[in-house]
């Protein structure tokens, strides 16, 4: 027997037989060509059938992970369209008068190792994204295939050195028990995929894998591990294991459907927190009420420019369309100046987490703060929106960001451009400043947001990105906890609801105390919906504790 530890991927437990498949590695061909024109066309011949793949994907992707799953692939159709990517295969067809094979390539070299450099994690794991799009491309020039590679005619193991989105999405999820890759990590598409198909999925595992081929089998998706040739004590130990977990699972996808409710019938608004557009998916498979905190950095990470704002627009558009009637909540900018957003023009600082981030940084670039308020009003039309403020510490930064908005709002009117005239204002409250004055601040907007990350961080004085502080972490600190009660209370005062979000609201153990401080919503990561509601419908208020 022989036990490897990896990274877990998708939760799940496998048990079979291990097929090793080798991801398509191709000898690109490389040459020079006299008619660079002919060259260009037969590259834009090549975007155009990928293009058709594309849509093929998207309607495989709709039929094997449900209706709204097409986001999964925005991103491919964003890079197929993306001048940068195009005019760098022109530029070596022309310049270099070389092949577009060669140019595909040497782009996708190019702009692959560019994302891979990035310090953002989702962002760097576009980099999968950009080989896999670009593969298309060469099948297409090289009149290859690639739809439907991996065949499985009986319930296997899956393992490879890599698996790009596509790969994944070909499978067909009756004969996939498990997969183990390479290299793949948790924020790749071929990776969220096989969460969303409930895959029981490891990586990084050390494994030769190809060595693995034909041999029997555990891939622990909860541990990481993978279990190669078990005992049979092992074996009788996992079969078990698995036995369990998809009792779990089955009863908490009994609470699908189900009113978020306490046993004394007060209904709690749950909703999902999410950072990137294939979140949206996930949001719907585990039935949340909508989008309490739609982080919006994902689109400006990884940039050597801000993004346009038609190209926010359509972003936050095709995430509104997805969730239907259920509402929206685009928290605005708050970003750290990372490796890949140097055009924010934000000088080094000490401690960026105190620094010019959130509703600073906006007030302090009006053409960036106007440009994302228009995408978002536009893209209010199409769906419910509301918008959330971050990093507030005083009433007069609300005072600006409103007369902003307001001006917005009557440019688009004057322009003819339709929007949500009801389109509701909340705040995050995550600085003491902003707990301690919420009674003030509660006047001023629709609703209060807190977050209890940052909340935490600035009140305990405590980096929480500094691992050499997590001894003196107090989780739940009492300080915490009392500026959550006085926020409830003050919003409450004046009328507007709270929905708690961040790592503490997750914690079940703590569940009640939020509501019986009076909490009016809870927003969680989307894996965490289902087993917040069952315990919310297993707490009664009128207990006195």
Same mark, same amino acid.
């Given at each position: 027997m022989l036990e490897f530890k990896g990274t877990a991927i998708s939760t799940g437990y496998a048990i079979g037989q291990i097929l090793y498949v080798n991801t398509y590695k191709r000898n690109i061909p490389k040459y020079t060509v006299d008619d660079t024109e002919r060259e260009i066309k037969r590259f834009y011949n090549a975007r155009s059938a990928a293009s058709g793949q594309l849509k093929i994907l998207n309607e495989r992707a709709r039929e094997s992970i449900g209706n709204k799953s097409a986001l999964i692939f925005e991103f491919h159709q964003m890079l197929l369209n993306d001048n940068s990517f195009k005019s760098f295969v022109e530029n070596v067809v022309r310049n270099e008068r070389m092949n577009c094979e060669y140019a595909v390539k040497m782009a996708s070299e190019h702009f692959s190792q560019m994302f891979a450099n990035l310090d953002d994690d989702y962002m760097r794991e576009r980099s999968v994204d950009i080989l896999d799009l670009s593969n298309k491309l060469l099948n297409v020039l090289m009149s290859q295939n690639d739809m439907n590679k991996i065949t499985l005619t009986e319930p296997q193991i899956i393992a490879a050195k890599e698996l790009y989105p596509s790969d994944t999405l070909s499978l067909k999820k009756e004969n996939v028990l498990g997969i183990i890759t390479g290299l793949d990590s948790f924020t790749s598409h071929a990776s969220i995929i096989s969460r969303i198909m409930g895959i029981p999925s490891i990586s990084n595992t050390g494994a030769i894998l190809e060595r693995l081929n034909g041999k029997n089998a555990?891939?622990?998706?909860? &541990?990481?591990? @993978?279990?190669? #040739?078990?005992?049979? +004590?092992?074996?009788?130990?996992?079969?078990?294991?698995?036995?369990?977990?998809?009792?779990?699972?089955?009863?908490?996808?009994? &609470?699908?459907? @189900?009113?978020? #409710?306490?046993?004394? +019938?007060?209904?709690?608004?749950l909703c999902a927190s999410i950072g990137t557009l294939d979140d949206v998916q996930s949001v719907l498979d585990n039935d949340a009420g909508g989008i309490g905190l739609l982080r919006s950095e994902f689109l400006f990470a990884g940039r050597t420019s801000f993004p346009s704002e038609d190209e926010q627009f359509l972003a936050y558009k095709a995430i509104t369309k997805a969730m239907s009637n259920k509402e929206t909540v685009i928290s605005m900018l708050d970003i750290a100046p990372i490796n890949g957003c140097d055009y924010l023009n934000i000088s080094d600082e000490v401690n960026p987490a105190m620094g010019m981030r959130g509703i600073r940084l906006l007030l302090e670039n009006p053409v960036l703060l106007r440009t994302q308020l228009r995408a978002i009003y536009r893209a209010s039309a199409f769906g419910k929106i509301s918008i959330c403020i971050p990093m507030v510490s005083s009433p007069g930064e609300v005072r600006a960001f409103k007369k902003t908005a307001k001006e917005v709002r009557d440019e688009l009117k004057s322009e003819g451009i339709n929007y949500d005239p009801s389109l509701s204002i909340g705040l995050m409250i995550e600085t003491p400043a902003a707990a301690v004055i919420s009674d003030i601040l509660a006047g001023m907007v629709d609703f209060f947001n807190i977050g209890t990350n940052d909340l935490t961080q600035y009140t305990l004085a405590l980096d929480r990105e500094n691992d050499d502080l997590f001894n003196f972490y107090t989780w739940g600190h009492k300080a915490v906890l009392r500026l959550i009660k006085l926020t409830i209370q003050n919003a409450h005062k004046a009328g507007i609801p709270v929905t708690i979000c961040g790592e503490l609201v997750s914690d079940t153990r703590l569940t009640e105390k939020f509501l019986r401080f009076g909490a009016d919503g809870f927003s969680v990561v989307p894996n965490n919906i289902l087993e917040t509601r069952a315990k919310i419908r297993n707490i009664d208020l009128n207990d006195k504790k």
């Amino acid at each position: 027997m022989l036990e490897f530890k990896g990274t877990a991927i998708s939760t799940g437990y496998a048990i079979g037989q291990i097929l090793y498949v080798n991801t398509y590695k191709r000898n690109i061909p490389k040459y020079t060509v006299d008619d660079t024109e002919r060259e260009i066309k037969r590259f834009y011949n090549a975007r155009s059938a990928a293009s058709g793949q594309l849509k093929i994907l998207n309607e495989r992707a709709r039929e094997s992970i449900g209706n709204k799953s097409a986001l999964i692939f925005e991103f491919h159709q964003m890079l197929l369209n993306d001048n940068s990517f195009k005019s760098f295969v022109e530029n070596v067809v022309r310049n270099e008068r070389m092949n577009c094979e060669y140019a595909v390539k040497m782009a996708s070299e190019h702009f692959s190792q560019m994302f891979a450099n990035l310090d953002d994690d989702y962002m760097r794991e576009r980099s999968v994204d950009i080989l896999d799009l670009s593969n298309k491309l060469l099948n297409v020039l090289m009149s290859q295939n690639d739809m439907n590679k991996i065949t499985l005619t009986e319930p296997q193991i899956i393992a490879a050195k890599e698996l790009y989105p596509s790969d994944t999405l070909s499978l067909k999820k009756e004969n996939v028990l498990g997969i183990i890759t390479g290299l793949d990590s948790f924020t790749s598409h071929a990776s969220i995929i096989s969460r969303i198909m409930g895959i029981p999925s490891i990586s990084n595992t050390g494994a030769i894998l190809e060595r693995l081929n034909g041999k029997n089998a555990i891939v622990d998706g909860e &541990q990481g591990k @993978l279990i190669v #040739e078990p005992t049979e +004590g092992i074996l009788s130990q996992y079969w078990s294991k698995k036995q369990h977990y998809e009792e779990h699972r089955r009863l908490l996808n009994s &609470q699908k459907g @189900l009113p978020t #409710e306490t046993k004394n +019938g007060k209904k709690i608004y749950l909703c999902a927190s999410i950072g990137t557009l294939d979140d949206v998916q996930s949001v719907l498979d585990n039935d949340a009420g909508g989008i309490g905190l739609l982080r919006s950095e994902f689109l400006f990470a990884g940039r050597t420019s801000f993004p346009s704002e038609d190209e926010q627009f359509l972003a936050y558009k095709a995430i509104t369309k997805a969730m239907s009637n259920k509402e929206t909540v685009i928290s605005m900018l708050d970003i750290a100046p990372i490796n890949g957003c140097d055009y924010l023009n934000i000088s080094d600082e000490v401690n960026p987490a105190m620094g010019m981030r959130g509703i600073r940084l906006l007030l302090e670039n009006p053409v960036l703060l106007r440009t994302q308020l228009r995408a978002i009003y536009r893209a209010s039309a199409f769906g419910k929106i509301s918008i959330c403020i971050p990093m507030v510490s005083s009433p007069g930064e609300v005072r600006a960001f409103k007369k902003t908005a307001k001006e917005v709002r009557d440019e688009l009117k004057s322009e003819g451009i339709n929007y949500d005239p009801s389109l509701s204002i909340g705040l995050m409250i995550e600085t003491p400043a902003a707990a301690v004055i919420s009674d003030i601040l509660a006047g001023m907007v629709d609703f209060f947001n807190i977050g209890t990350n940052d909340l935490t961080q600035y009140t305990l004085a405590l980096d929480r990105e500094n691992d050499d502080l997590f001894n003196f972490y107090t989780w739940g600190h009492k300080a915490v906890l009392r500026l959550i009660k006085l926020t409830i209370q003050n919003a409450h005062k004046a009328g507007i609801p709270v929905t708690i979000c961040g790592e503490l609201v997750s914690d079940t153990r703590l569940t009640e105390k939020f509501l019986r401080f009076g909490a009016d919503g809870f927003s969680v990561v989307p894996n965490n919906i289902l087993e917040t509601r069952a315990k919310i419908r297993n707490i009664d208020l009128n207990d006195k504790k």
